[in-house]
């Protein structure tokens, strides 16, 4: 038999092989990654709430940069109390992450940044930034405030499209208008 023949058939198999392997680990580990992603959202979320007194539900979204809604109901009276966006946009290194938690009166309680890799010492400073938007009506973004730097304004718009996402999503989860 010809020797690039038997090459490609060792090839083929030990390719099946690895493949096989690393579907039976994903299967195995996706779900722990999953529940340990959310452990770390749900940890976030007490900054803003204290979870006992609620029933946290969570949908997925997939919508614009909102990835999935936690809808915040209090345990007592079932009443939609308040909803946190998990968000992602496009910074200048990588993805910022946030959480973005939402009052039943459209008020911004908070947010958080999850995840960032953004450029240390300048896109960064968005773990610590307060963009000005605490307590405002999310229909109100006219205080944010960027950061600035060579590299922030990319960091500075992904922050911003996470809450112009929120702004257009939050009338559909509340059930109202701004």
Same mark, same amino acid.
């Given at each position: %038999? ?7 058939? *060792?090839? /083929? ?6 493949? /096989?392997?690393?579907?039976?680990? @994903?299967?195995?580990?996706? &779900?722990?990654? +999953? ?9 976030? /979320? ?6 006992? @007194? ?6 997925? *979204? ?14 007592? !009276? ?7 966006? =998990?968000?992602?946009?496009? $910074?200048?290194?990588?993805? *910022?992450? /946030? ?5 039943? #009166?459209?008020?911004? +309680? $908070? ?21 000005? *938007? ?10 944010? #405030?960027?950061? =600035?730097? &060579?590299?922030? &304004?990319?960091? !500075? ?6 809450? %112009?996402?929120?702004?257009? +999503? ?9």
């Amino acid at each position: %038999m010809n020797k690039g023949l038997i090459s490609g058939l *060792v090839l /083929l198999v030990l390719g099946l092989v690895c493949g /096989l392997l690393l579907a039976t680990v @994903n299967y195995f580990t996706a &779900p722990i990654i +999953r529940d340990q992603e959310l452990a770390v959202k749900l940890a976030a /979320l007490e900054e803003f709430y204290d979870t006992d @007194n609620y029933t946290v539900e969570e949908i997925t *979204v997939n919508e614009g940069a909102i990835e999935a809604a936690y809808l915040l109901k209090n345990k007592t !009276t079932d009443a939609l109390e308040a909803v946190v966006y =998990s968000t992602s946009a496009q $910074g200048y290194e990588d993805k *910022v992450k /946030l959480l973005i938690a939402i009052d039943s #009166d459209y008020t911004i +309680r $908070g947010y958080k940044v999850i995840s960032q890799k953004e450029t240390k010492g300048i896109g960064d400073q968005v773990v610590t930034h307060d963009f000005n *938007v605490t307590g405002n009506l999310i229909s109100d973004l006219a205080s944010f #405030d960027g950061i =600035s730097g &060579p590299t922030a &304004p990319f960091t !500075t718009q992904a922050v911003l499209d996470s809450f %112009m996402a929120v702004q257009a +999503r939050v009338n559909t989860d509340l059930g109202g208008d701004v």
